[in-house]
């Protein structure tokens, strides 16, 4: 009767075995997009197979900033979808349409979508939808016909829903195009990342060098879905999306800046950096630019100068009158044209608060 406290003591006096801790990784940092003072990092976890609640933490010189983590296909999705609805994509076109309906319907309810076939002239075929029925209406009624715009018709798509926050904005590009048409990759992608737009690209091509870079540089990618079109590729769109993050934070008011990135999953601590640009070269997309401006203001000047001298050197060369009476003089009496001062646009106020706020 005795021996059996004994023999439980040794088993009571064990500790308990420790938590294993996460394991580290580190964070792929595959965007930063910033306007409107907010900045988005687009990160990629899907290293991480964590079902609990995700915990970020950024830090700037040191000092910890207020930070959202959100992901990219949740409530406060916009997206723009352009189609190759170009004659010379006619042969294409079925699956894109049918890829196009199914990336929505596994969109959020929530989510706003426009629609926009690259034809010339660039024109959305709807307005702001919110829902995948009207824009699966709209992807049906979409037929072939005319030439590719390409640049002109993503300078439109990065372009739509002002009000929505960095980085909710995307557009998903579904084209037989190898290129946008004109500008360089590394151009096109510095105007989405102005625009706080990523990009995502589905193409015929099997390694578009074009696309991947264009892409990948917003926090997009490129998806090649082969020719003839294989149907599983084009499902990778939303599965990729689906790993994609925004860590949002207000912009540094000192740029460039760099930032220290702590992201905790549950079974992963994944850690990066990232560095926050300073503002770029403007939107080509934009009807005018400042440097068009600046242009048209000297081209202005050097022109009213020309006319003075013009003006000085022909009253030099004018006959002096004989003497005389002096004769009538006609003096016509007008008022110079001012120039008008170019007012730019009040900023739009946001339609929803950003996360972060």
Known sequence: MVAAPLLAAPLLATPAAAAPSPATAPLP?????????????????????????RTVQVTLDGHDQHADLVPVMSDGLAVT?????????????????????????????????????????ATPITGQLRGASPVVGALTSMRAAGERDTEAVLALARGQF??????????????????????????????????????????????????????????????PAG????????????????????????????LPARVA?????????????????APGRPDRGSPVTPTILGTMLVAAGLATVVAIIVLLIARARRPRPEAGPPGLTSVFVGRAGVPQTARGRAAVPREHGTPWS
């Not at 102005?194 to 091509?205: M, P």
């Open 29 to 53: 940092v595959t965007g930063v997009l910033s306007g409107g003072g907010e900045t988005a990092l687009v990160v990629d976890l899907g290293a991480s197979n964590g079902k609990g609640k």
């Open 227 to 254: 020719e003839p079109v294989v149907v599983p590729a084009l499902d990778q769109v939303e599965s990729t999306l689906r790993d994609r993050y925004l860590v949002c934070f207000a912009t540094p008011p000192s």
């Open 81 to 121: 979808i352009v189609v190759d609805a170009s004659t010379a994509g006619a042969a294409t076109l079925p699956a894109w349409l049918s890829a196009a309906a199914r990336f929505i319907l596994e969109a959020p309810g929530s989510t706003q979508a426009v629609v926009i076939p690259d034809r010339r002239p």
């Open 261 to 277: 990135v702590r992201i905790g999953t549950g079974d992963l601590t994944l850690t990066g950096q990232a560095v926050i640009p």
């Open 162 to 223: 002002p009000r929505v926050e960095t980085g909710r904005r995307v557009v998903v590009m579904y084209t037989s195009a190898a290129d946008a048409g004109g500008p360089r990759a590394a151009d096109l992608a510095q105007d989405f990342r102005a625009a706080g737009t990523i990009l995502v690209v589905v193409g015929t091509a099997a390694a578009s060098e074009f696309w991947s870079a264009a892409a990948a540089a917003t926090g997009g990618f490129f998806a």
